[in-house]
């Protein structure tokens, strides 16, 4: 799922964070900011950057128990015995399969767990109808919001880029000036993104200031 992840207008629009228009850009238009408004420039996209982190993490686990609960919901005559058994392990290992914030610099990470969450989802509407409602309440619920989870996945993954890119552009402008702002910003490495980078392209240049 992570190579087709291009931002959209749409997901920039929503995902623009909220400091100083000149905050990482280079050139003689570009504002010079003092060590304190680095600072709290760099406090802002990273809460922004958390912020928007648990809300997709939040929103990929109630998926993960809804499609549970519809396991449970769904009759014998619907879901046999054996393939029920065999879905719930599959639900219950997803959570082990999950990266993080670090471990998702790894797209063959990302990509596995899109895999394993996308054969469960499609294992479990498999045995639901296609279009109409399958007659039990909860479950025509339970349909429809874990539908809506999955298609959020990729504005909420674009979003969290942008505003990641706009910190990754101000770590590396001032990176020089990092160390005088003490830690943790000392430490401070650019955030790996979603978005597939084509890595036989130049990568565009960062100016550095002191």
Known sequence: ????LHLCAFGLLLGAASC???????????????????R?????????????????YTSDSTKIAEMEEMLAALPPAVLPA????????AINRLPTLRYDRKTMR????????????DSVYKAIFAFLPETGSTGIPRVDSLKNQIQAHHNEVVMYRS???????EMNTLI??????????????????PAPLFQW??????KEEVAEEE
């Not at 063959?108 to 895999?115: P, Q, T």
């Open 1 to 4: 799922m992570k190579k087709y």
């Open 20 to 38: 100083s228009k000149d905050a990482g850009k280079s050139g003689p238009l570009a504002r010079p900011i003092s060590d304190e408004d680095l």
């Open 40 to 56: 709290t420039q760099l406090i802002t996209l990273s809460d922004t950057l958390t912020g928007k982190w648990e809300v997709m």
């Open 82 to 89: 054996q393939q029920r058994a065999d879905l719930q392990k």
């Open 106 to 117: 790894s797209s063959d990470m990302i990509d596995a767990y899109d895999l394993a969450h």
């Open 159 to 165: 979003r969290y880029d942008v505003t990641a890119k």
């Open 172 to 189: 590396r402008r001032y990176r020089k000036r990092l160390p005088r702002l003490g830690k943790p910003y000392d430490t401070l490495q």
């Open 197 to 202: 980078v084509d890595n036989s392209k130049p």
